[in-house]
């Protein structure tokens, strides 16, 4: 694992991490990590794609990591689109500096969002993605919370989005009683570490700028769906334990809109008991194959 900063196209300084673990990768994939976190909480995970031919690139996200290490969890206006934009940016250099043709993207939680968006307007770039622990947002809901996010961030752009803190994560430890951010996994010991990681828990509540540009991202990608292909490879990925996925409800809309939207079916894997982050879960080494094993499947098909 090596990490440098790198300009985006905007000019913005944005750390980035590779995984060069294979010589002559078949494939290569981009990671792009969730709210509240930094890539480098994926090397077990990374480590283990390289293990099975895949070099794996991933960028501490705009807002979190080292990228912001002076502003984690605050947000800025286009902030959502230019992290996109940066994804796209990371599947260019992947190719070049590994000499691969085929990339694909796997997303988690925020980063499957950002992921959904991605495949709308780069789709033709990639070969497939893989959203893991990810949601649908629409109707009333979606609405509402665009209207108070967007309220909040034009008084105070800075500050805690506590409203959307409380509906999600606090609703979501209530319903599984099993401690602080509990609701993320099974895995106790994970669920620590994450509690004691300043660049995590230590963020705190994200602002209301940042509410406002993931729940427009939202909207567009709502607006859009039927942009990506009926014929592209989508595998989606969620444990039926994880309130981001509405228990499994917001994973079947997901599916339905993709099937509504454009024709597209795809791929889902739920996981019993699962919890969010189900690349950190008591089965994780279940998902780690299932990952690879659907990767595996299009580099046959190739």
Not at 31 to 45: K, L, Q, S
Not at 139 to 155: D, N, P, T, V, W
Not at 254 to 274: D, Q
Request: some cysteine; charged content about 30%; overall charge neutral.
């Amino acid at each position: 694992m090596t990490t440098e900063f790198v300009k985006m196209r905007d000019g913005k300084d944005v750390l980035v991490t590779y995984w060069d673990n294979v010589e002559r990768p078949k494939a290569a994939v981009v990671m792009v990590h969730g709210m509240c976190e930094y890539i480098a909480r994926y090397d077990d995970f990374c480590t283990f794609l390289g293990s099975h031919g895949y070099n794996v690139i991933g960028m501490d996200n705009r807002g979190f990591g080292m990228t912001d290490k002076d502003r984690r969890g605050k947000g800025a206006d286009g902030m959502f689109e230019t992290t996109v934009d940066d994804i796209m940016s990371e599947a260019d250099m992947a190719r070049e500096r590994w000499g691969v043709e085929r990339v694909y993207v796997i997303g988690h939680s925020y980063g499957s969002i950002l992921t959904q968006r991605f495949i709308e307007k780069y789709h033709a770039s990639v070969s497939g993605a893989i959203l893991c622990g990810s949601t649908l947002q629409s109707g009333f809901m979606l609405s509402l919370g665009r209207k108070i996010a967007g309220r909040g961030a034009k008084k105070n752009p800075d500050g805690d989005g506590k409203f959307f803190a409380k509906m999600t994560f606090t609703s979501y430890d209530k319903k599984i009683k099993d401690g602080l951010n509990g609701w993320l996994n099974r895995d106790k010991a994970a669920v620590e570490s994450y509690n004691a990681d300043e660049q995590c828990a230590g963020v705190g509540i994200c602002s209301n700028m940042f509410y406002r540009e993931m729940l427009d991202g939202c909207a567009r990608i709502n607006k859009d769906r039927h942009l990506v292909p009926s014929d592209f490879k989508l595998m989606i990925a969620s444990g039926t334990a994880d309130g981001v996925g509405g228990y499994g409800k917001l994973i079947d809309k997901l599916v339905k809109a993709y099937k509504k939207s454009s024709g597209l079916i795809p791929l889902v894997k739920m996981y019993e008991g699962g919890r969010h982050e189900i690349l950190n879960e008591i089965n994780k080494d279940e998902v780690y194959n299932d990952f690879v094993r659907f990767l595996d499947e299009l580099e046959g098909k190739e």
